[in-house]
């Protein structure tokens, strides 16, 4: 009965093979990371920053050392800080399946705490992070003996050759919008500008939206609508100014080295090209915390330690992908929650 508590007996019998399903799922996925030479690692979930992307909450508390002294610290929303310290450290390969928290989430597809599993090769294009996202799809479906994935009535072949397309090439398929028209190749928007393409388009935009605010309401309202159905897509070549840890293109600065990777509809993964810049990081960070501090009225420290460490780090790609939305989609669940051990509460 879907008022009984996850432990209740008959509730946990209904949602075992599920969770074995899981665990094969993640069976499997070691399996690959191993082949594929990476290294596990484990990296802390406390630390002196969460992140520093405006629209990421985070959960506080206060650690108090042997000498009595008391510091605000954070659950981390990513891993992505310490491995890339790790990066920096020497490590070429490395992955991690990381409790992560997330503030301010909840619903059929979210939950405060969930799992991540982020990995990060060095000296390799972004675009290889790309045929990982094809063969963790392939390995997930094997690992539960499905050939379809399926989320609220639509289904995706996780076999086919994933759809790539740009983000700017997607707002103009689907919202006759010319994105890339209203940015700069300083990372600036002309917010103006995309107003009057979306009030064009038919989009009503409230007077205060910013630039960022508009630009995901079309994403949600006319994009997303259209990915992941059939195959999965990859949204590639994300604007500079919705990509603060990413590298420019080098064929067009307006553009960044960032994709989203989608199926059923649902955003399973975010990948990058890493920026290495510590002078730019800082640079982007400040101006994210500005936002976040405009938006929310608070802001969360920088990492100096990670900032130091981008000056060792070499040319990398990274991504984290929602492990249980994979799982999720590859078993058919309809609630994040009936594919969690232990969920909240």
Not at 264 to 271: H, Q, R, S, T, Y
Not at 315 to 326: K, Q, Y
């Given at each position: 009965m879907s008022d009984r508590r996850w432990w209740h007996p008959e509730r946990h019998a209904d949602r075992r093979p599920l969770l074995l399903a899981r665990n094969r799922i993640q069976g499997a996925i070691r399996g690959w990371l191993a082949a594929e030479d990476f290294l596990e690692v484990d990296p802390s979930a406390l630390q002196v920053s969460p992140g520093n992307e405006a629209h990421l909450h985070a959960l506080a508390t206060t650690a108090t050392g042997a000498d009595g002294t008391a510091r605000v610290m954070y659950l981390h929303t990513s891993p992505e800080f310490a491995m890339k310290k790790l990066l920096a450290a020497g490590e070429p390969r490395i992955a991690a399946f990381a409790h992560v928290w997330r503030d301010r989430e909840g619903g059929p597809r979210h939950s405060i705490e969930f799992t991540m599993l982020e990995w990060y090769r060095a000296g390799q294009d972004y675009t290889a992070l790309m045929g990982d996202c094809a063969a963790l799809l392939r390995l997930a479906a094997e690992a539960t003996g499905t050939r379809v994935l399926r989320h609220a009535g639509s289904e995706c072949d996780p076999f086919a050759e994933p759809e790539r397309i740009s983000v700017a090439e997607a707002f103009s398929r689907h919202a006759g919008i010319d994105l890339l028209a209203t940015c700069r190749a300083d990372g600036t928007t002309d917010a103006a500008a995309l107003r009057a393409q979306c009030a064009a388009a038919g989009l009503r935009m409230a007077e205060d939206d910013t630039w960022s605010d508009m630009l995901s309401k079309v994403l949600v309202d006319r994009v997303e609508p259209h990915l992941g159905h059939g195959r999965a897509t990859i949204l590639d070549r994300y604007p500079i100014a919705e990509a603060a840890l990413a590298r420019p293109c080098a064929?067009?600065?307006?553009?960044?080295?960032?994709?989203?990777?989608?199926?059923?509809?649902?955003?399973?993964?975010?990948?990058?090209?890493?920026?290495?810049?510590?002078?730019?990081?800082?640079?982007?960070?400040?101006?994210?915390?500005?936002?976040?501090?405009?938006?929310?009225?608070?802001?969360?420290?920088?990492?100096?330690?990670?900032?130091?460490?981008?000056?060792?780090?070499?040319?990398?790609?990274?991504?984290?992908?929602?492990?249980?939305?994979?799982?999720?989609?590859?078993?058919?669940?309809?609630?994040?929650?009936?594919?969690?051990w232990t969920p909240m509460g």
């Open positions: 064929d067009d600065p307006r553009e960044a080295e960032r994709f989203e990777l989608y199926a059923c509809g649902v955003e399973l993964a975010n990948g990058f090209g890493e920026l290495t810049d510590p002078a730019e990081q800082r640079r982007r960070f400040e101006a994210e915390m500005d936002e976040k501090e405009r938006v929310y009225g608070e802001r969360y420290p920088l990492d100096e330690d990670f900032l130091a460490a981008l000056a060792f780090m070499p040319p990398a790609s990274g991504i984290a992908l929602g492990f249980d939305r994979l799982v999720l989609l590859a078993t058919g669940a309809p609630r994040i929650d009936d594919v969690l």
